[in-house]
């Protein structure tokens, strides 16, 4: 089977297409990325086919979904407060790129699509643990896209009965998360700055909570949903029900690299959600066998990724 990877040189995608490769019922990835936020350094070794374009390219994404038997789009503009800043730009990466995606995977015979959504959908329903039968209610323009992103996928399903599965993430972390830029997410932001020796950030008190999951076990459960051409009419959460503060966070961090990092805490930015906490019956239902990765298990391999880097040596 040919699978073709939307994002595919970023940090889950990559990591992906790793893991496609490695299963006997694919021979071949194709990843389509227009390196605005990925790296084709990450894809050095990994026998996935890189075409350089955006999601937008309908002319890309034909070439790319030529003979392929299904479609992960991951392909987006992260970032809740880039969105803040750019909302636009949010909207014509991830909603109108999914709709390209989503038309592209039509044309070429009706091919199974899993798309990315993500937990910030829930926004300001406050309810813990998120279901993903609980009412939506974002709070930034990146989970108003993200939205857009599955509610385009189950519409797909519905109207032309197109094979769809629409993931909702949960803080994602691992190897290949890129540092060191203003939209960093949270843990390898907290890495790279205790390994540089500077002040962690953290915005608000520390207190906030996440469902942090290690990428390893993301592209397990998206490689079987592939390979079994898992469906869903409805999302799906994918992460594992628990819940872990930023300062306990930082705890875990201190004992890993045997020194405390200093904090620095600052105001909470806009479109941030307090606490974030999936039921993972849904996902049990499709993958009663999955095993997750423990969050010391992934920070440790985290941090020995991140020291593997030039940057961190010497």
């Avoid at 809740?80 to 014509?92: C, E, F, N, T």
Wanted: proline share 5%.
């Amino acid at each position: 089977m040919k699978v073709v990877v939307t994002g595919g040189a970023g940090f889950i995608g990559s990591n992906l297409g790793r893991e496609l490769l490695s299963r006997p019922e694919v021979d071949e990835v194709v990843a389509i990325d227009d390196l605005s936020t990925g790296f084709r350094a990450n894809l050095d070794g990994s026998g996935v086919t890189l075409i350089e374009a955006s999601v937008l390219d309908t002319t890309a994404l034909d070439e790319a979904c030529r003979g392929a038997g299904a479609v992960v789009h991951l392909g987006a503009l992260p970032s809740v407060p880039r969105s803040v800043l750019d909302p636009v730009a949010s909207h014509h990466a991830n909603a109108t790129g999914t709709l390209e995606v989503l038309q592209a995977a039509r044309r070429a015979g009706d091919l199974h699509v899993v798309v990315a959504s993500s937990s910030s959908v829930y926004g300001a329903n406050r309810e813990l643990p998120k279901r993903e039968s609980m009412r939506t209610a974002p709070i930034s323009p990146y989970a108003v896209s993200k939205q857009a992103t599955e509610a385009y996928a189950m519409s797909f399903g519905h109207t032309y009965g197109m094979p769809v599965l629409a993931f909702r993430f949960f803080n994602v972390y691992g190897p290949l998360q890129a540092a060191g830029h203003a939209y960093a997410a949270v843990l390898p932001a907290f890495i790279d700055a205790a390994l540089r020796g500077i002040p962690l950030t953290i915005h608000g008190d520390g207190e906030q909570t996440r469902d942090f999951t290690f990428v390893g076990t993301v592209t397990r459960v998206i490689g079987d949903a592939v390979v079994n051409t898992v469906t869903d009419l409805e999302p799906v959460n994918l992460a594992f029900g628990t819940r872990t503060s930023l300062n306990s966070v930082v705890d875990e961090l201190s004992d890993i690299l045997g020194a405390r990092p200093a904090v620095e805490h600052v105001e909470t930015r806009a479109g941030d959600v307090r606490d974030s906490q999936a039921d993972n019956a849904r996902l049990r239902g499709h993958f009663p066998d999955v095993s997750p990765v423990a969050l010391r298990e992934g920070l440790e391999a985290t941090v020995a990724w991140f020291r593997t880097l030039p940057e961190y040596q010497g």
